[in-house]
């Protein structure tokens, strides 16, 4: 009887431990809590896509108000791209050095700081600097936010839920552009004056308070329990999660079910207390930190070299490979890509109109097109823009709708072929309306294909390298922007076919992709 009853915990135990790092997740259950984390996280978002789209306008007006030539202007938004390739591997070495929550502040006031010292540069080689300063804190809020929220979600709402914060950052993103569209014709009518109680700088400051404001909120939030674990701070991530149950259940914090199975040594027992070892892979370099072996900068190289090492290690090396690939071939972003796709449909009607063939997509109308002159406003271009970028929050609500059901890759793949497919029949269309719809479909793919990519990666990497994992994958995509930027010219149907490929591609390279919808993420 005995040995039957030692079985029967024993296998109850293992099966357990498999589940452990989600258990511990899952108990505090969801509610008030959770929703107001997302909230906070979204707003971050908010204020960060607030800024990248202001920063869209603020250029052509910059250019004309300070008499930039094209080249310049161009190398404006390059300077700021660049900034990117730094900040998203920096950062995500930095949360996981550091720790997530006091990142967002950090990244938020980096960005706040650089649109005020951008907001008062007169000189080109201090707005090229606070540009770049800019670009680090955009990439560096993008992947902490979306790293720390990931680690305080339960298995079943953690897809659904990063589509809610992107949900957050197209909103920012199409009401900063309504609002700068509102704003434009009083700064052209008060461009030459002396006195300009309205300008592209106070556009550009107006745009960082967001930040400011969302910097101070974040002391809301919890520190990342997972985080927590992984640096062996057992006490505080029991406190961490005992909150969190008390504000969603509202029982008291000491009811808070924990579980662990235990056998004395005259009897079977079984006691309920959760055993934090077997959730997270701890924090190897705590001993070295303690014993003060380094200074502070070379533990922190130390450290990420050690972390990049080990995602190319088995069994990341795959995943890593496979992870920098997609990422690349989604390299515009979501601005670009509707930017692209704007002047594509722009071009097209003026070749139906014409009958010639001088259909070209080139950066300079790019970077340049929301003004005809520096006088006069491209009021075309911003609602074709608006119209379009509405097709990123239709996506991302059905994202939210069946991300954690039907699975992250089947979104991906899916996505990629219709993608692909209807990017290319714009070639055999002509009818405006039907471009417009088929534009708009493209858009919403290529914004289920990022938040999908997104999720998968942050999924299959541990707590202590997940940082530093999403942040190494997202430099060589910024450079390639960086790239295009400064040499893009290329005719309107063979952007058309790079791009078809580029989705088809992404439906390939999805498919060797390890999917963990409705499974514990790696750790």
């Known amino acids: ?234 006490e505080e991530t029991l406190a961490i999660l005992q909150q969190m149950y008390a504000i969603n259940t509202s029982k008291h ?20 207390k959760i055993n934090f070892d077997n959730c997270v892979r701890s924090d190897e370099w705590n001993e070295i930190e303690k014993n003060g072996i380094f200074k502070t900068i070379e533990i922190f190289c130390l450290k990420t070299y050690k972390r990049v090492g080990n995602i190319f290690e088995t069994p990341f090396a795959r995943i890593t490979i496979l992870a920098i690939i997609i990422s690349c071939l989604q390299f515009p972003g979501l601005a670009w890509f509707a930017l692209w796709k704007t002047q594509l449909l722009e071009g097209m009607e003026n070749l139906d109109k014409s009958k010639e063939n001088n259909c070209t997509i080139d950066i300079q109308n790019m970077v340049m097109g929301f003004l005809h002159n520096c006088q006069e406003i491209n009021i075309d271009r911003f609602e074709l823009l608006l119209y379009l970028s509405l097709s990123y929050i239709l996506a991302e609500i059905l994202l939210v709708i069946g991300i954690d059901s039907v699975g992250r890759k089947i979104f991906l793949v899916f996505s990629g072929l219709i993608g692909a497919a209807t990017c290319l029949a714009l070639v055999f269309t002509v009818h405006h309306v039907m471009q417009l719809v088929l534009s708009m479909t493209t858009l919403a793919t290529y914004a289920i294909c990022n938040t999908s990519t997104t999720i998968l990666i942050l999924e299959n990497y541990f707590t202590g390298i997940r940082g530093t994992a999403i942040g190494f994958t997202r430099i060589l995509p910024h450079f390639l922007d960086f790239f295009t930027k400064l040499f893009l010219n290329v005719h309107c149907f063979h952007s058309i076919f790079f791009v078809s490929g580029m989705l088809l591609s992404v439906a390939v390279v999805g498919l060797q992709m390890p999917d963990l919808t409705r499974l514990p993420m790696q750790e």
């Open 253 to 272: 914090a000491n009811t808070y079910p924990v579980r662990q199975f235990y056998i004395n040594n005259s009897s079977l027992l079984i006691l309920y």
């Open 1 to 234: 009887m005995v040995l039957t009853a030692f079985n029967q915990i024993n296998v109850i135990s293992v099966s357990s431990i498999e589940k452990e790092n989600e258990n511990f997740i899952i108990i505090p259950g969801w509610g008030i809590c959770h929703y107001s984390i997302i909230g906070i996280c979204g707003m971050c978002k908010f204020a960060e896509a607030c800024v990248l789209s202001i920063i869209l306008v603020v250029v052509p007006l910059l250019a004309c108000d300070l008499s930039l030539p094209t080249g310049q202007a161009i190398a404006v938004h390059a300077v700021l791209t660049f900034g990117m390739v730094i900040g998203a591997f920096l950062f995500g070495a930095i949360i996981d050095a550091y720790g997530r929550k006091r990142s967002i502040s950090l990244t938020l006031i980096v960005i706040f700081c650089s649109t005020i010292t951008l907001s008062f540069a007169q000189a080109p080689f201090l707005i090229n600097l606070s540009l770049f300063v800019l670009g680090t804190g955009l990439a560096g809020n993008d992947v902490v936010l979306k790293v720390y929220l990931i680690e305080l979600l339960p298995m079943k709402q953690r897809g659904s839920s990063l589509a809610v914060l992107d949900i957050f950052g197209i909103i920012g993103y199409i009401a900063a552009l309504g609002f700068s569209w509102l704003l434009m014709p009083s700064i052209l009518h008060f461009q030459d004056n002396k006195f300009r109680p309205n300008s592209w700088r106070i556009l550009a400051g107006i745009g960082g308070v967001p930040n400011l404001i969302m910097a101070c909120a974040v002391s809301l939030l919890p520190a990342s329990p997972r985080y927590m674990l992984y640096r062996q701070r057992q």
